[in-house]
Nanobody, 116 residues
């Protein structure tokens, strides 16, 4: 049974930081590309950052220079460091694991709220 469990969300003031974690089980973690998405109220889910199985990273323009994605294959965990947070970063953040065309899994999400 595949599980992705996000943690680390919360309420933070503008300019603050958070570190999100996504712990995976039931998959061969190191072969999967891992991606963080977010969805704000009334908006579509959007890609935030991704990391390939070889460690290559990609970021959405709004978060470049502020967020950092990383992975620890020994712990089957992907992280998202959120710095210089803004109210516009308020959203539910979701972890996604993808391998090939058919292996695609999602976590339940963790809420990030940034107050002004």
């Amino acid at each position: 049974q595949v599980q992705l469990v996000e943690s680390g969300g919360g309420l933070v003031q503008s300019g603050g930081s958070l570190r999100l974690s996504c712990a995976a089980s039931g998959i061969i973690f190191q072969v999967y590309a891992m991606t963080w998405y977010r969805q704000a109220p009334g908006k579509q889910r959007e890609l935030v950052a991704s990391i390939s199985n070889s460690g290559s990273t990609n970021y959405a323009d709004p978060v470049k220079g502020r967020f950092t994605i990383s992975r620890d294959n020994a712990k089957n965990t992907v992280y998202l460091q959120l710095n210089s947070l803004k109210p516009d970063d308020t959203a539910v953040y979701y972890c996604n694991a993808r391998y090939g065309l058919w292996e695609d899994y999602w976590g339940q999400g963790t809420q990030v709220t940034v107050s002004s």
